[in-house]
């Protein structure tokens, strides 16, 4: 993990432990310097990929803020950290109906830009997502073994993003999300609890390393009366 990504963890548990609301204000910049050890450019870089994420917000001259918009139940289409992360005011579970290595199919290799296909296995994982025990989400993945070496039903069964940023120390380094609305099919809706023809929302994301290698390509497809989702909007330039 980078020493940035532990700073901008160390200050998302310092929001949190110091139970901090919309608009409070962080130590400045000079303080985390000092405090967390690192150079200013360290901390820039953890705060900048904070404010990408919609935890907080630079006003020049005047310091670093909580943002502290995000609705109660709502999933950050931009937060990496997955489901356990965005939605972690809720118990959220797995269901995994399979979990195979196989070899790519034409829409993996697309989207993972895999260079040669015969010599790469992916890992397919399909999942039922739950929360609060109702299912919200029916998710297909595929992972590039080549960077993700193991996976297993418990794994599966939990967090795989915790999994991949924490045990394997893989930074994520963002994301690509392409949104829209659809049909249930039959087999979706019976996991869902829904009705064949009900609508959904579907989306298609492709993960990536800090070097820009894709290792996770996934399809989702959403309860519509179950998820909410928001964007928050961000300057990405440094303030300071």
Known sequence: MAKYEEVAGALVRYINENELNADDKLPSIQE??????????????????????????????????????????????????????????FKIDSKVLSLELIAPT???????????????????VTRIRYIEGRPFCVEESYFDKDIIPYLSEEIASNSIFDYITEDLEIPIGYGDHFLRVGKLKAEQAAHLNLSEGDPCLKTESIFHLNNGKPFDYSKITYHFEETQFFIQGASTQYRY
């Open 32 to 89: 985390m310097v000092d405090y967390y050890q690192v150079s200013k450019n360290t901390v820039l870089s953890a705060l900048n990929d904070l404010e990408k994420q919609g935890l907080i917000y630079q006003v020049r001259g005047s310091g670093v803020y909580v943002r502290g918009n995000q609705r109660k139940g709502y999933i950050n289409l931009l937060n990496l950290g997955g489901f356990n992360s965005t939605l972690s005011q």
């Open 106 to 124: 034409d829409e993996a290799v697309e989207n993972l830009k895999i260079d040669d296909p015969a010599k790469t296995k992916v890992y397919h």
